[in-house]
T-cell receptor, first 113, second 114 residues
Framework: DQQVKQNSPSLSVQEGRISILNCDYTNSMFDYFLWYKKYPAEGPTFLISISSIKDKNEDGRFTVFLNKSAKHLSLHIVPSQPGDSAVYFCAARNSGNTGKLIFGQGTTLQVKP | KAGVTQTPRYLIKTRGQQVTLSCSPISGHRSVSWYQQTPGQGLQFLFEYFSETQRNKGNFPGRFSGRQFSNSRSEMNVSTLELGDSALYLC?????????????FGSGTQLSVL
């Protein structure tokens, strides 16, 4: 039972354009969502998060949108840079579960120069 | 501030052996969580420790265990290793006081079981 799904295993965009990574979830008890960036054989690096009481959060080039009714979130990267090429994971947390994140399977983003 | 430190970085074991992995959280962080990453299953939660007590547990067999010390450092032990235990084991730390906290991950221990 995969509670967090990233249906696109890979995404390729041109440098300077927008990258949109999508994530769907099934558990309505999730109240906090995070995006992490990961390189092979390294730990995930936190990018941006959003609480379920919000529908948008921005941090520089990164914006996360949350649509609770659709149980969908997306990460927008504008403009995309070659250094953004990595695997992106969305993760969700149930209220009360501080250290337990449920991760999606990841989307590999390639930004072409 | 130093990040989350995991040792060793790489480990090679044979089936049936046991292994202990170590994690030092960010100073001041009291919660330590462990995750397993495999190509087929992705990132999966193993367990979380807070103030030396296991606070949450994932769906892994009893061969996987952990503990946390008074200085918040944590160890994870896997007994009777199986080939399928080959994975990147990640440790993450946080303050542990709020559900709106981000987790900070270490670089992981790459375990290979032969």
């Amino acid at each position: 039972d995969q509670q967090v799904k990233q249906n696109s295993p890979s995404l390729s965009v041109q440098e300077g354009r927008i990258s949109i990574l999508n994530c769907d979830y099934t558990n309505s008890m999730f109240d906090y969502f995070l995006w992490y960036k990961k390189y092979p054989a390294e730990g995930p690096t936190f990018l941006i998060s959003i609480s379920s009481i919000k529908d948008k959060n921005e941090d520089g080039r990164f914006t996360v949108f949350l649509n609770k009714s659709a149980k969908h979130l997306s990460l927008h990267i504008v403009p995309s840079q070659p250094g953004d090429s990595a695997v992106y994971f969305c993760a969700a947390r149930n209220s009360g579960n501080t250290g337990k994140l449920i991760f999606g399977q990841g989307t590999t983003l390639q930004v072409k120069p | 501030k130093a990040g989350v430190t995991q040792t060793p970085r790489y480990l090679i074991k044979t089936r049936g052996q046991q292994v202990t992995l170590s994690c030092s959280p960010i100073s001041g962080h009291r919660s330590v969580s462990w995750y397993q990453q495999t190509p087929g299953q992705g990132l999966q939660f193993l367990f979380e420790y807070f103030s030396e007590t296991q606070r949450n547990k994932g769906n892994f067999p009893g061969r996987f265990s952990g503990r946390q010390f008074s200085n918040s450092r944590s160890e994870m032990n896997v007994s009777t290793l199986e080939l399928g235990d080959s994975a990147l084991y990640l440790c993450a730390s946080s303050l542990g006081s709020s559900t709106n906290e981000k987790l900070f991950f270490g670089s992981g221990t790459q375990l290979s079981v032969l």
